[in-house]
Every structure is written in structure tokens, then in C-alpha cells.
């Protein structure tokens, strides 16, 4: 029956799915890949001083607010960022910041994330009232300005007991980040599912008797999927921005450093003329969003190749 | 029906046998990530004036790539013309510089599209963007170049054209869209039109009424046209020659009654066999068994041979690539099994 | 009429035009206006129509791919439109469906194992080792070789990437195919290929087809019956051989005289179409948007019809009014 018998020649290796091309492509790009280096390394420094604190080994001071040293000595062979009001070494709390800012980032990005998707996926794969009231709810949502949410929601979150846990200061500022800020990656699931849900490949899923559970969760998800992890890359610079907004207006850790208290502080020192605590929180900030929005590009670029011979 | 009131046509100087446009050993290729794509490689052929030729060919064989190379349309940096010839109306198209190009594109070749509905730009209402040409091209003022875009409208058959011609290209079906589109070909009086497969998107009727469009407006200018196309209907019911295109190569040209009486080339027989006509009485149709093949993994020798059957098994077809050469007056063939191919000479030595 | 494998009647299927602020309904377009045919069972059914005549829009109707407004569809002696959602999902999974976008059916993010191996997992009755065999046993029957398993649609051809199209229309070893421009979209030299292997499949499996197309030729060759459908309507239904023997419906005349045969200095007649301007039919045509003239009332092809009569105006002819020999339907004052 088959007249020409084998058509298709086997072509040596596989896996030319959409992830692994990106992944060749992106590893392509010196560039990209510098800055993912550099953005690992932040979360590993990150990941290195929560372990440090919960296993309590002695790395460093315990007691950020004791006084230790020379009150806002200039960058030296000694300190060489410096140090703040309590003579604590502005190296040190910088590469301790880092714990905070990410962990609360990454928090605030997964609870975004996890209500963000499905209600996206709702609403534009349902349509009709379950996505007007999706929307209405976000265009709400979205139409109060963005910080008085965020401190309103961290205000009241702050020391409240949730399932018996008591909220930190920590957890206050990623929930309410997180529980403001889904609108974005709602509203762009929504679209693309929108778009692929016509689509024939969908209509054939429908053709063949798949419930619609599975051509959300089968069908449609991973044809969807790759506008959440750009997203997220390109929004984990706004959520670190936000955490340092939230320190800076005096929400999150108290006891422990962070870049957004850093900067808090630094307003009274600057007239002071001690620039060096400002100088090194705004620089690993600036540092870290650089990197991830390069890599962010690079990411999308490589998802969405220009020339492709078909 | 009259086109334009004012002809602008010059004294048309006149090449010996009348031949206006003379493609030779053309090679275009263009270079991406998984490798250099040799889309079109030494392609000849030439059309005369008033004449039809047929560019016959699946897709992926290089004859849109041919198309823009003429243009010198093709995308930079991605591709690049690499060698050979293009003489129209006696001047080297590849030697002049943009500018001089600008005033040929549109003005004495013109070309028109597959997708009618998104080759126009849908924010600019159809007489804007008729009339852009005409502007360009004639140096006419708005008010002119809108009656004049009336009557183009008139000319290619839309009915109420004074309407017409406030309309956004959403507004219209796909034939009246082409039909735009050649009105804006046709409308600084081209002496040689490019039509890349024209009606391919289109109905069969509408097919029907655009082909007749474009033959009328040949009569009446004396245009050329080069038309692409896979369609091999249309090729014998409107073209003159015809040169059939695989795999980036010529490997057969031919005046087109000849063609159809005789094919000479395997894959041109294959493709007259495995067309399924009317009145068919056959239960299952002859097929060219496998696939086309993809530009980055042509094979060696003839690339044809994987699916012919008198080259599969055949070490010369295997290894070395058959030459365009002319068989008789008039037929050109590229097999090493083709009537007469022995004894011909090659093309390349021709003027 | 009746004992067929899958039954027609009446079939209409209208989309609401709305416009204004309060998205009222303003009008409707007539997709499907009123179809009703059989299909007996191992036969193929043939449906011809150029663009907007409504053949897409009438097979996504049998299998309630788009919400029907009035009629009957009887599958295998159940009836489809009034099926609940576990019955109707059963239904569906009887009913194979090819398309013709070869790429923009198959799952992009899906390996072509995937891709004709879903239907089976759906219906979850066998375990994962049987559904790669029955995949490979697939794949191998409409030519293509198990390695394909682990690729995805962009690494093949049009003419494979249909072939995995049709694999997974029979995973579920369906009795009724319907194929919607199957090989409208491939290369000629591919055509052929796959059309043969439609045919060799409904051999094999003794396959019931709903063949639409637009390529008359293609039509003929393959299916026993045709009907030819205008504005969504069938004008004319006859055994394929007969049809293009003897096409009784002008349109159907103008369309075969429209197809361009590959025989060179075939004459075609010049006069297709009337274009000329209607008189005296005010009240009885419109135009839509696309400047198209709508019928209210009549014969839907009475604009460009080269036949018409004053009588053509008045009522709009039935299909079954006019039976010519057996078999052979028409709905046209003229005959």
C-alpha cells in the first residue's frame, strides 16, 4: 500500500521543539549568556544567605542593628563599601540584601503567576459572563494606582496569622505584590488564548471528543506557556523595584537588611555627604534588572525567530 | 475600453528578434542560521515582447526568489544575487544603482501578488494607493491622478468605480482586490508585468475573470508578462512558453504547445500525469513518488533523480547535474535521458 | 432517503449580524440555508462550491463544531444535534475529521506521537504501551515511518504533515471521514499521492467519506455522488460520472466550463457570467458589504445566471422538485 514506502528519512538527533531551538539559539548569544550568569549568581547568593540564616551558621552578624564599628567610615582597604550608622559593612548587607529583594520577587511572581494564568485562561477560552467578570474585575483592579494597592494590601497582611502562621514582614510585601499585580500576565494569557482557541488544532482536539478541561490544560497551555516565562523574566525587575518602593516606604524586615531600606536611609545620609550605602544598593539593583532584561530580550528573541524557512 | 488618456509611450527601441526581457545564469541564494539556501541557481530564460511566458513550479522551487531577483527585490542581508545576467530593454538591470531602478520598478516592470487582500495596505483607502503610483511615476497632481484612478477602476472591470475608489481593501472580496492590485500595476502602462501566482487564492470563476483581464490589457498595450504559477491549467489555456522550474533549476522550456504535447523532462511528464482532469477513468492516478526537496539538503547530481524513475538507479543522474541544453529550436532540456540531449550543445555557449 | 449512514435535513445554520451599541441583531447570514442529503454507508459524497458557498461551515455543522439553528442530523441512527455533552463527545469520536490547513491542524507544541495518539488517550480505555503501537501501526498505514513519532509538525512537508492528519482522523477507527479541502493546499505532485492514499484507506477499511473540495476534477475522481453547492444551498446532486456528463444546473455548467484545462487551445466560451445592471428587481436584491448581491426572495443565482427567466425571480427551486433519471437532482426552473 504505501507505494513509496519510508517518506520521511530519519534525520540524526531530535527534540526540535520549540524549547530546545530556543535553547540552542539563546545559547548562540555571548551576551544573553553572561547576563544569565550574572542573574544565577545573584539567586544563588540569595539562596546561600537564607541557608545561612536558617542553619545559623556565623557568617556575619546576627545583630544588624548593634552597633559594631566606626559610624559611617568611607570605602577602605578595611570596608570596601564602606560603612552605615552602625558601622555594619555596607558589602555585607548589600550581598545579604540580595536575600530579601529576590526572595520577595520570586514569592510575588509565583502567586501572580498562579492567579494570573487561570483566570487568563478562563476568561478567554470560556468567554461570555465568567470573562466579563474577569475583566471587570481587573480593569478595576488595575485602575487604583498601583502603590497605595500594594500598601494598602501590606498594611493589613502585615502580622495577621494566616493558617497559623504569623505573616513576616517579608511575606506581607510578596502577597501583596502578588495579589496586585496578576492584571499583566492575565490579560496577556487571555489574549493569546483567545487567539489560539479558533485555531483548527483546537477544533480538531474538539472534533475527536476531548473534554475542555483537556484542551486548556493539554492543547492550548503549552502553546501559551512561553509568553508567562518571558513575562516573567521582563516583571521580576518590576517586583524587585516594588520591593524596594515597599522598604523605602517602611513595609517589609526590620532586623535584616535590604536594598529598599538602604536606599531608605541613605536619604539621611546624603546630606550628610555619605553616599556609599545609596551607591552600592542602587548599583546591585541596577545591576540585577539590567541583567534580567537583557536576558528577557534575548529570551524572547530567540522564542520568535525572525527567519524561518518553512 | 481605453486605459489612460495621455500615452506616454516612447519610441520602444527594438532588439533584434523582439526579445525584451533576457535572464542568464542567474544565481540567487540566501544565508540563515541552519545554512546558505541556493534558492535560485543558474536560471536562464527570456521573454519577447508581447509574449506570455509561464514559470512553472512547486513551491519551494525558487521561482518568487527568480521573480524578486529581477525586481532586484530580494530581502537584504538575508539574500543576495550572486551571478549572472538580467538584460531588459537593453540595459543590465544588476549595474544600476536604486535610484535608477526606483524609476523602473512600477513604471516599466510592474508586479503583482499572490495574497490580493494583504498586498494592500489596509489603512490607505485603494485610490491612494492606485494613485501613489501614478504620482511617483508621472508626477501628476492628486486631483489628476484620482480621475485617472477612476478610470483604471473602470478599466479592470469594477462596476461603480466612483465608490470604489474611497474603499478600505477590507471592504472588498479578494477578486476585487486583485483586481486593485492590477489596476495599480497597469497603471503607468508596464511593458512587462510580473504576476506571481495571481490566482492562486483565488475561485475558479474568479480565476477565470482575472486571467481574461490580463489578457485583455496585453492586447491593448502590447505588455509582456511573466507569469508564475503551479497551476498547469492555466499554463496551457494562457501562456506562450513556458519554462518549468525544480529545485531551484530550469529543466524544461518550451513553447507551450509543444510542452504539453511533448514533455521531454521526467518531472514535467510526472506532473501532467499526476494531475488529476475531468474525465479521468482511472482508480487511482499516477504519482511522482516522494517529496520535493528541501533547499538545504539537495541532492547530488541531478536533483531529481531520488523520484525519477529512469534516474533513480542510473550513476550518471547520481552524480552529475544535467545542463540546460537546447534540443531542438526553441526546446531547452536538463535530463540526461531527454530525446536528443546527447547530441546538443550546451546553452551556455549561446549569446 | 433513508438507511443511510449519516442523514441530513433541513440543515440550516445562520450567524447573527449585530451592529449598535445594544448589539442587536440586524440580520443574519445564511451560511447553510436548508441541506439536506444521505450518505449511504462505504460511499463517498462529494460537495463543490467556491469560497462562501458554505461547504466548510455545513461539515463543522454535522459535528456541532458551530452551533446549528434548525434541522436534523442523524448519524448512524442517533440523532447529533440534540445530544447531550457525553454523547455528543461519543458521537464526535466516531466522526473523523481531515482539514485543510495541514499546518495550522496539527498541535505545534505537540510531537507528531502526540498528535495521533491523543484521541486514543482521551477515550482512555487502553494502556500507554498499545497506544505507541497502534500509533506506529498508524503512521505506517498512511506511509510514513515510526521514527516520525518523536518529531513535530514543522519538520515536515505539507503533503506529510496531511498524511499525519489523516492517521489521526482514523485513530478512533471511525466509520464516517470527512475531509475538508484536504489537497487544496499541497502541490500538485502531492496531490496525487495523497489522494491515493485516501482512496486506498476507504478500500482497506470500507470508510464512509464526506469529500469536500473545490477542484472539480479532484471531486470526480474520487467520490461516487456530487453536489454542488451555491450560496448555501445544493443546486445540484447527481452521480459524479453523470454530473460531468451532463450538468443540468447553469451553475454547475459555468463552473466546469471555468476550470482551466491543461490542454492547450481548448476554447472556453467567453460569456460566463451576465453582468449587466437588473431592472425592474428593486426590493428583491441587496447588497452586502462585499457589494455581493443577497437574494430575498428566489433563485440565489439569479444575478449572474446566463439562463434566467422572470419566473427565476418569484420563487426560490427546490431541490428535489426536479428529478431527472435516478439520482440526479436539480433545482432550477429551467429543467
Same mark, same amino acid.
Given at each position: 500500500m504505501n507505494e513509496q514506502g519510508q517518506t520521511v528519512e530519519a534525520r540524526p538527533g531530535k527534540g526540535a521543539g520549540l524549547w530546545p531551538d530556543a535553547v540552542r539559539r539563546l545559547c548562540k548569544r555571548k551576551l544573553a549568556m553572561v547576563c544569565l550568569g550574572v542573574v544565577i549568581v545573584y539567586f544563588l547568593l540569595a539562596g546561600f544567605v537564607y541557608l545561612a540564616e536558617m542553619f545559623d551558621w556565623r557568617v556575619g552578624p546576627t545583630r544588624w542593628g548593634e552597633e559594631v564599628g566606626q559610624s559611617y567610615a568611607p570605602p577602605s582597604s578595611r570596608n570596601l563599601l564602606g560603612t552605615d550608622i552602625f558601622g555594619q559593612s555596607v558589602l555585607r548587607k548589600t550581598?545579604?540584601?540580595?536575600?530579601?529583594?529576590?526572595?520577595?520577587?520570586?514569592?510575588?511572581?509565583?502567586?501572580?503567576?498562579?492567579?494570573?494564568?487561570?483566570?487568563?485562561?478562563?476568561?478567554?477560552? +470560556?468567554?461570555?459572563?465568567?470573562?466579563?467578570?474577569?475583566?471587570?474585575?481587573?480593569?478595576t483592579l488595575s485602575s487604583v494606582p498601583y502603590i497605595l494597592l500594594i500598601l494598602a494590601f501590606a498594611v493589613v497582611?502585615?502580622?495577621?496569622?494566616?493558617?497559623?502562621?504569623?505573616?513576616?514582614?517579608?511575606?506581607?510585601?510578596?502577597?501583596?505584590?502578588?495579589?496586585?499585580?496578576?492584571?499583566?500576565?492575565?490579560?496577556?494569557?487571555?489574549?493569546?488564548?483567545?487567539?489560539?482557541?479558533?485555531?483548527?488544532?483546537?477544533?480538531?482536539?474538539?472534533?475527536?471528543?476531548?473534554?475542555?478541561?483537556?484542551?486548556?490544560?493539554?492543547?492550548?497551555?503549552?502553546?501559551?506557556?512561553?509568553?508567562?516565562?518571558?513575562?516573567?523574566?521582563?516583571? +521580576?525587575v518590576a517586583f524587585v523595584h516594588a520591593e524596594v518602593i515597599l522598604s523605602f516606604l517602611g513595609i517589609g524586615e526590620p532586623n535584616r537588611p535590604s536594598w529598599g531600606a538602604m536606599i531608605n536611609d541613605a536619604r539621611m545620609e546624603l546630606s550628610r555627604g555619605v553616599w556609599w550605602q545609596m551607591a552600592a544598593a542602587t548599583a546591585a539593583v541596577f545591576l540585577f534588572c539590567l541583567a534580567l532584561n537583557i536576558f528577557g530580550d534575548a529570551l524572547r528573541d530567540s522564542l520568535y525567530p525572525r527567519l524561518r524557512i518553512q | 475600453?481605453?486605459?489612460?488618456?495621455?500615452?506616454?509611450?516612447?519610441?520602444?527601441?527594438?532588439?533584434?528578434?523582439?526579445?525584451? &526581457?533576457?535572464?542568464?545564469?542567474?544565481?540567487?541564494?540566501?544565508?540563515?542560521?541552519?545554512?546558505?539556501?541556493?534558492?535560485?541557481?543558474?536560471?536562464?530564460?527570456?521573454?519577447?515582447?508581447?509574449?506570455? &511566458?509561464? &514559470?512553472?513550479?512547486?513551491?519551494?522551487?525558487?521561482?518568487?526568489?527568480?521573480?524578486?531577483?529581477?525586481?532586484?527585490?530580494?530581502?537584504?542581508p538575508q539574500g543576495k544575487i550572486i551571478s549572472g545576467q538580467i538584460v531588459f530593454e537593453e540595459r543590465s538591470l544588476l549595474d544600476l544603482n536604486e535610484k535608477e531602478m526606483r524609476e523602473i520598478r512600477g513604471n516599466r516592470i510592474a508586479m503583482i501578488f499572490q495574497e490580493p487582500m494583504s498586498s494592500l495596505n489596509p489603512v490607505y483607502a485603494v485610490g491612494d494607493q492606485i494613485a501613489e503610483a501614478i504620482k511617483v511615476h508621472q508626477?501628476?497632481?492628486?486631483?489628476?491622478?484620482?480621475?485617472?484612478?477612476?478610470?483604471?477602476?473602470?478599466?479592470?472591470?469594477?462596476?461603480?468605480?466612483?465608490?470604489?475608489?474611497?474603499?478600505?481593501?477590507?471592504?472588498?472580496?479578494?477578486?476585487?482586490?486583485?483586481?486593485?492590485?492590477?489596476?495599480?500595476?497597469?497603471?503607468?502602462?508596464?511593458?512587462? &508585468?510580473?504576476?506571481?501566482?495571481?490566482?492562486?487564492?483565488?475561485?475558479?470563476?474568479?480565476?477565470?475573470?482575472?486571467?481574461?483581464?490580463?489578457?485583455?490589457?496585453?492586447?491593448?498595450?502590447?505588455?509582456?508578462?511573466?507569469?508564475?504559477?503551479?497551476?498547469?491549467?492555466?499554463?496551457?489555456?494562457?501562456?506562450?512558453?513556458?519554462?518549468?522550474m525544480y529545485a531551484s533549476r530550469i529543466v524544461e522550456t518550451a513553447g507551450s504547445r509543444r510542452l504539453f504535447a511533448e514533455p521531454l523532462h521526467p518531472y514535467t511528464q510526472g506532473l501532467w500525469e499526476s494531475l488529476p482532469r475531468l474525465g479521468f477513468k482511472g482508480r487511482r492516478l499516477r504519482t511522482i513518488p516522494g517529496a520535493v526537496p528541501e533547499p538545504l539538503r539537495f541532492p547530488a547530481g541531478c536533483k531529481f533523480h531520488p523520484r525519477c524513475p529512469k534516474g533513480r538507479s542510473d550513476e550518471r543522474c547520481r552524480s552529475v547535474e544535467p545542463e540546460l541544453r537546447e534540443v531542438e529550436a526553441g526546446r531547452r532540456v536538463a535530463c540526461w535521458h531527454a530525446r536528443g540531449y546527447e547530441e546538443s550543445q550546451s546553452v551556455k555557449c549561446k549569446v | 432517503?433513508?438507511?443511510?449512514?449519516?442523514?441530513?435535513?433541513?440543515?440550516?445554520?445562520?450567524?447573527?449580524?449585530?451592529?449598535?451599541?445594544?448589539?442587536?441583531?440586524?440580520?443574519?447570514?445564511?451560511?447553510?440555508?436548508?441541506?439536506?442529503?444521505?450518505?449511504?454507508?462505504?460511499?463517498?459524497?462529494?460537495?463543490?462550491?467556491?469560497?462562501?458557498?458554505?461547504?466548510?461551515?455545513?461539515?463543522?455543522?454535522?459535528?456541532?463544531?458551530?452551533?446549528?439553528?434548525?434541522?436534523?442530523?442523524v448519524f448512524d441512527g442517533r440523532d447529533v444535534l440534540s445530544a447531550g455533552g457525553d454523547e455528543l463527545r461519543r458521537l464526535r469520536g466516531e466522526i473523523g475529521l481531515v482539514f485543510q490547513d495541514s499546518y495550522g491542524s496539527l498541535n505545534p507544541r505537540m510531537t507528531v506521537g502526540d498528535i495521533v495518539g491523543e484521541p486514543l488517550k482521551v477515550w482512555g480505555e487502553i494502556g500507554r504501551s498499545e497506544v505507541a503501537e497502534r500509533v506506529g501501526a498508524l503512521l505506517s498505514k498512511v506511509g510514513l515511518?515510526?521514527?516520525?513519532?518523536?518529531?513535530?509538525?514543522?519538520?515536515?512537508?505539507?503533503?506529510?504533515?496531511?498524511?499525519?492528519?489523516?492517521?489521526?482522523?482514523?485513530?478512533?477507527?471511525?466509520?464516517?471521514?470527512?475531509?475538508?479541502?484536504?489537497?487544496?493546499?499541497l502541490d500538485v505532485s502531492i496531490q496525487a499521492q495523497i489522494l491515493n492514499l485516501l482512496k486506498d484507506l476507504q478500500e482497506e477499511f470500507g470508510l464512509t467519506f464526506l469529500f469536500i473540495a473545490h477542484d472539480l476534477a479532484v471531486v470526480e475522481f474520487f467520490c461516487d455522488v456530487v453536489a454542488v453547492m451555491f450560496m448555501g444551498r445544493i443546486v445540484e446532486q447527481s452521480p459524479a460520472k453523470e454530473l460531468y456528463r451532463n450538468p443540468l444546473h447553469p451553475y454547475t455548467r459555468t463552473?466546469?466550463?471555468?476550470?482551466?484545462?491543461?490542454?492547450?487551445?481548448v476554447q472556453r466560451p467567453r460569456k460566463l457570467f451576465r453582468t449587466e445592471p437588473l431592472e425592474g428587481s428593486k426590493g428583491v436584491f441587496r447588497r452586502d458589504a462585499q457589494g455581493v448581491l443577497n437574494c430575498l426572495s428566489g433563485c440565489a443565482f439569479y444575478p449572474e445566471c446566463p439562463e434566467r427567466q422572470e419566473k427565476c425571480l418569484r420563487r426560490m427551486p427546490e431541490l428535489d422538485e426536479k428529478e431527472y433519471r435516478r439520482g440526479h437532482y436539480v433545482a432550477c426552473w429551467k429543467s
Open positions: 550581598l545579604y540584601g540580595a536575600r530579601i529583594s529576590i526572595t520577595v520577587a520570586l514569592f510575588a511572581s509565583l502567586i501572580s503567576i498562579a492567579i494570573g494564568v487561570p483566570l487568563g485562561a478562563i476568561a478567554g477560552y +470560556f468567554r461570555g459572563f465568567a470573562d466579563e467578570v474577569i475583566v471587570w474585575i481587573y480593569s497582611l502585615r502580622d495577621k496569622t494566616v493558617l497559623g502562621y504569623r505573616l513576616t514582614g517579608i511575606a506581607a510585601a510578596y502577597l501583596a505584590i502578588g495579589l496586585t499585580s496578576w492584571v499583566g500576565i492575565c490579560r496577556l494569557i487571555r489574549g493569546e488564548v483567545i487567539k489560539h482557541k479558533d485555531r483548527e488544532y483546537i477544533l480538531a482536539a474538539v472534533s475527536y471528543g476531548c473534554s475542555r478541561r483537556r484542551i486548556i490544560l493539554r492543547h492550548l497551555m503549552p502553546n501559551v506557556f512561553h509568553i508567562v516565562i518571558i513575562d516573567f523574566s521582563l516583571r +521580576f | 475600453m481605453d486605459l489612460i488618456a495621455n500615452n506616454k509611450r516612447d519610441v520602444k527601441k527594438s532588439d533584434g528578434n523582439g526579445t525584451l &526581457l533576457s535572464v542568464r545564469n542567474l544565481s540567487a541564494h540566501f544565508f540563515t542560521e541552519e545554512g546558505i539556501v541556493r534558492a535560485v541557481q543558474d536560471v536562464g530564460f527570456s521573454i519577447r515582447r508581447g509574449r506570455t &511566458l509561464a &514559470l512553472v513550479g512547486e513551491s519551494g522551487c525558487g521561482k518568487t526568489a527568480t521573480a524578486l531577483s529581477i525586481m532586484r527585490l530580494v530581502p537584504a508626477k501628476k497632481g492628486r486631483k489628476e491622478a484620482w480621475a485617472d484612478v477612476v478610470e483604471m477602476l473602470r478599466a479592470v472591470g469594477i462596476a461603480d468605480p466612483r465608490r470604489r475608489v474611497r474603499e478600505y481593501p477590507h471592504q472588498m472580496s479578494s477578486g476585487m482586490c486583485q483586481r486593485v492590485m492590477i489596476a495599480m500595476a497597469v497603471s503607468c502602462e508596464p511593458v512587462l &508585468l510580473i504576476a506571481d501566482e495571481p490566482t492562486t487564492a483565488l475561485d475558479v470563476t474568479t480565476q477565470g475573470k482575472i486571467l481574461d483581464l490580463l489578457d485583455e490589457l496585453q492586447r491593448q498595450n502590447g505588455m509582456s508578462v511573466l507569469l508564475i504559477t503551479h497551476d498547469l491549467g492555466v499554463v496551457a489555456q494562457r501562456a506562450d512558453d513556458v519554462a518549468v | 432517503m433513508h438507511d443511510g449512514l449519516l442523514q441530513v435535513e433541513g440543515l440550516k445554520t445562520y450567524f447573527p449580524i449585530r451592529k449598535g451599541l445594544l448589539r442587536r441583531t440586524v440580520g443574519y447570514i445564511k451560511a447553510v440555508d436548508g441541506v439536506s442529503f444521505t450518505i449511504k454507508a462505504g460511499q463517498t459524497l462529494g460537495l463543490v462550491g467556491e469560497s462562501g458557498c458554505g461547504k466548510t461551515t455545513l461539515a463543522r455543522s454535522i459535528v456541532r463544531l458551530v452551533s446549528v439553528t434548525e434541522g436534523r442530523v515511518s515510526r521514527h516520525c513519532i518523536n518529531r513535530y509538525p514543522h519538520e515536515f512537508s505539507g503533503g506529510q504533515r496531511q498524511r499525519v492528519g489523516v492517521a489521526r482522523a482514523l485513530a478512533l477507527g471511525p466509520k464516517l471521514v470527512i475531509c475538508d479541502e484536504p489537497v487544496s493546499s463552473l466546469i466550463s471555468a476550470v482551466p484545462r491543461a490542454e492547450p487551445g
